[in-house]
T-cell receptor, first 114, second 113 residues
Framework: GNSVTQMEGPVTLSEEAFLTINCTYTATGYPSLFWYVQYPGEGLQLLLKATKADDKGSNKGFEATYRKETTSFHLEKGSVQVSDSAVYFCALNPVGGSNYKLTFGKGTLLTVNP | EAQVTQNPRYLITVTGKKLTVTCSQNMNHEYMSWYRQDPGLGLRQIYYSMNVEVTDKGDVPEGYKVSRKEKRNFPLILESPSPNQTSLYFC????????????FGPGTRLTVT
């Protein structure tokens, strides 16, 4: 079956530090890949997405590149802010076949200190 | 405003007492899902629906039922809740299945004693 593996947290950084959260996946074909963010007490919201190999999704200074050869979709940001403190989820939507389930990683808690 | 609403937001109940958590979206989305979020386990899909009267099991369907009689509504039913169903529940919808983002509701925190 499909699966998503994220680096385990929590991750604690100082403001303006560089962020990487690793995400690798297992799926057949060419799934669509997503990063969602969950701020405290809220539902998840889309951060960025990529729908085919070598696509780069970007939003709010965050980036992730769809790497088919390494089955990865790592999230990066050059300079984090306190307001980026949240839980980050990597997710995939399979494409094709009869599998319509969506798969999420376990989430990575990021805390950014001033 | 485009949104997914869930009710109630908080619920404390006792083992065996049937309950329903409602979910409604106003975006005319085809695909809807229910998830539960548990510490250390992340987000797991309970049931999903591709359209009206079309539903299927996700990864953790045991103990839950759903229905999709109207496109906008997708209620989650716990016929006989048990303490292991204590969790944070999210409803979500998307335009369709595939490369489309999901829009999440605000969550329902359920405690079963």
């Amino acid at each position: 079956g499909n699966s998503v593996t994220q680096m385990e947290g929590p991750v604690t950084l100082s403001e303006e530090a560089f962020l990487t959260i690793n995400c690798t996946y297992t799926a057949t074909g060419y799934p669509s890949l997503f990063w969602y963010v969950q701020y405290p007490g809220e539902g998840l919201q889309l951060l960025l997405k990529a729908t085919k190999a070598d696509d780069k999704g970007s939003n709010k200074g965050f980036e992730a590149t769809y790497r088919k050869e390494t089955t990865s979709f790592h999230l990066e940001k050059g300079s984090v802010q306190v307001s980026d403190s949240a839980v980050y989820f990597c997710a995939l939507n399979p494409v094709g076949g009869s599998n319509y389930k969506l798969t999420f990683g376990k989430g990575t808690l990021l805390t950014v200190n001033p | 405003e485009a949104q997914v609403t869930q009710n109630p937001r908080y619920l404390i109940t006792v083992t065996g007492k049937k309950l329903t958590v409602t979910c409604s979206q106003n975006m005319n989305h085809e695909y809807m899902s229910w998830y539960r979020q548990d510490p250390g386990l992340g987000l797991r899909q309970i049931y999903y629906s591709m359209n009206v009267e079309v539903t299927d099991k996700g990864d953790v369907p045991e103990g839950y039922k759903v229905s999709r009689k109207e496109k906008r509504n997708f209620p989650l039913i716990l016929e006989s809740p048990s303490p292991n169903q204590t969790s944070l529940y999210f409803c979500a919808s998307s335009l369709n299945y595939g490369p489309y983002e999901q829009y999440f509701g605000p969550g329902t925190r359920l405690t079963v004693t």
